[in-house]
């Protein structure tokens, strides 16, 4: 073998310079020259060359150097060789040699058991069951409705997959998918990976996200049955670390974490009693709480059949101002929200002890005081998991404050509904609040690195499709008994690869075998609960000859 550099001029008149790793075959033709590999613009001295090649070379015959090598040489050297031997075993499935692992015959060959090396091992587990839960949605199928080339829908499923396993920039994806992840060996696809094409897939996705998540939604309404009687909504924000000049969508305001020195996003999200999403939109960091409802509102009436009448909306006090009541009542929905309303005179609520029932924890108690009008129905809660321990002082005032400490009012039209049922619903927004705490901490949707507007909408669009997988994922598994957090499960399922063994044999020859780890017991009980292959990929081998191959592969 031996590296030829190659000189071309593009359409621009530009001279651009590739590195070619040649080998000599004989032919009956005579003696011919084939390309190994296109190495790209290779930055090493030109009197390396031949020691590079020369490395690949024993690479891939699984052959030792007698001597000390250039560690950046044989880095290198093994990068290439990983590149043909992966262009190896996949020519080997097209000929045949990918094998079953419930289909598998003895195969005997005597090896050197001194040679016996792993390589090129990728993770698959939580990428298997990212893959998986697209599917299962058909999630290619709708892409490909909306017109996705099948490029652009293998980014989109990588794009996926990288905010549920590994969340991150879009460069850092790229990397993740190209040195650590076998998502793209999963999707039987070898696109170009770089952080430009998934930028413009993600924008393309945020073009198209009303459409998406309209059909995600009708999707899991029918795989999981899903009831829908219920609908949570609420805003949260995410801040920046830089000053985001320019932008029309970051905007200085009140931040949920405590993060007012940093300009914000707002991010809006609708979903059902058992977290499925149901609509989402990113707003200005600075917007009004009471002034998105609208905009949802008539969002949700334009998806047929997503959101029917009699269903009840539950809200924080945020949201619940009377025009808004108004509107929901407009619209034909029922509510349940906190009133904003701060005191009411004692006379309103009746006399005697109040109602106490015991929260779901065992042990704290809530005590309740239940009175309804002619259209709606008011609930005092005194809560102790919302009392601190705080003294204001002796001020009169302070005491009043001190004393409404943990004291909230809940208002509805559901007049069907006991105290304890109004309750419930209210305190059922704590699976919102999760769902904000899932995008947050497990899928990536901070930090947010673009700076450009549509590219950081973008990236939130991104990780809410991300949350629509983890949705089907945790229901799914909680319906078998397993509550599992996300970040467990990728923990999980972090130690299963794919790996490739490579071995000489007695006559000659070296052996390739890409296969994946034996799941351990929590990685098979998590594959058998949600119903997918425990096996992600089949065996591939590829037996040859100490002479190396001809392949194609792009650096």
């Not at 930090?447 to 799914?476: R, S, W």
Request: hydrophobic share 35%; proline share 3%; aromatic share 6%.
């Amino acid at each position: 073998m031996f590296i030829r550099k190659k000189s071309k001029k593009a359409t621009d008149k530009k001279s651009y310079v590739q590195h070619q790793l040649i080998e000599s075959v004989r032919t009956a033709s005579g003696p011919r020259q084939q390309i190994v590999l296109n190495l790209g613009h290779l930055n090493l001295p030109a009197e390396k060359w031949k020691e590079l090649a020369n490395c690949i070379e024993r690479c891939l015959t699984n052959q030792k150097s007698l001597f000390p090598q250039d560690p950046e040489i044989e880095a290198k050297a093994r990068h290439y060789a990983s590149q043909i031997r992966q262009e190896r075993l996949a020519r080997a499935q097209g000929a045949g040699n990918t094998v079953s692992a419930e289909k598998e015959d003895a195969h005997y060959e005597t090896v050197d058991m001194n040679s016996l090396v792993t390589n090129d091992a990728k993770t698959i587990g939580a990428e298997h069951v990212a893959m998986s839960q697209m599917d299962e949605y058909g999630f290619d199928s709708i892409l490909q409705g909306l017109h996705f080339s099948e490029e652009h829908i293998t980014y989109a499923r990588m794009l996926i997959a990288g905010r549920m396993v590994h969340p991150g920039s879009e460069r850092e994806t790229a990397r993740w998918l190209r040195e650590t992840s076998g998502a793209e060996e999963l999707l039987g696809s070898r696109v170009k990976l770089y952080d430009t094409a998934l930028h413009r897939t993600a924008v393309l996705l945020w073009e198209n996200h009303e459409a998406i998540e309209q059909e995600l939604s009708r999707r899991e309404r029918e795989l999981f049955s899903l009831k829908e009687t219920v609908i949570f909504y609420d805003l949260t924000n995410t801040y920046f670390e830089g000053s985001k000049r320019g932008s029309k969508v970051a905007r200085y305001g009140k931040s949920k974490e405590r993060r007012n020195d940093c300009p914000l996003i707002t991010l809006s999200l609708t979903i059902d009693e058992d977290g499925f999403p149901k609509q989402s939109k990113v707003w200005e960091g600075n917007v009004s709480e009471p002034k998105t409802l609208e905009h949802i509102l008539s969002g949700l009436k334009k998806q047929r059949g997503l959101f029917p009448k009699e269903r009840t909306i539950v809200m924080d006090a945020g949201i619940a101002t009377q025009e808004n009541i108004a509107l929901i009542k407009k619209s034909g929905y029922s509510y349940v929200a906190v009133s904003r309303k701060r005191a009411y005179d004692e006379s309103f609520w009746p006399e005697g002890e109040a109602e106490k029932i015991t929260l779901s924890d065992g042990k704290t108690t809530l005590g309740m005081k239940l009175v309804r009008t002619g259209e709606e129905a008011f609930l005092l809660c005194q809560s102790e998991a919302k009392e601190v321990d705080i003294r204001f002082g002796k001020n009169e005032l302070y005491r009043t404050k001190e004393a409404a400490i943990g004291t909230y009012v809940l208002r509805t039209n559901r007049l069907d509904l006991c105290g304890e049922e109004i309750s419930k619903l209210h305190r059922s927004l704590v699976t919102l609040e999760k769902s904000f705490e899932d995008m947050k901490g497990d899928l990536g949707l901070r930090p947010n690195f673009h700076q450009g507007d549509i590219p950081t909408i973008a990236h939130v669009h991104v990780t809410v499709l991300a949350y629509h997988m983890l949705a089907g994922i945790l229901k799914k598994l909680s319906a078998a008994g397993i509550h599992y957090t996300w970040d467990t499960v990728r923990n999980i399922l972090a130690t299963h690869m794919r790996i490739t063994t490579t071995m000489n044999t007695e006559d000659g020859h070296v052996i390739d075998v890409r296969t994946c780890t034996t799941p351990t017991e929590k990685q098979h009980l998590i594959y058998s609960k949600l119903h997918i292959k425990h096996t992600p990929l089949d065996r591939k081998y590829m037996k040859s000859s100490v002479k190396t191959r001809r392949c194609s592969a792009e650096n």
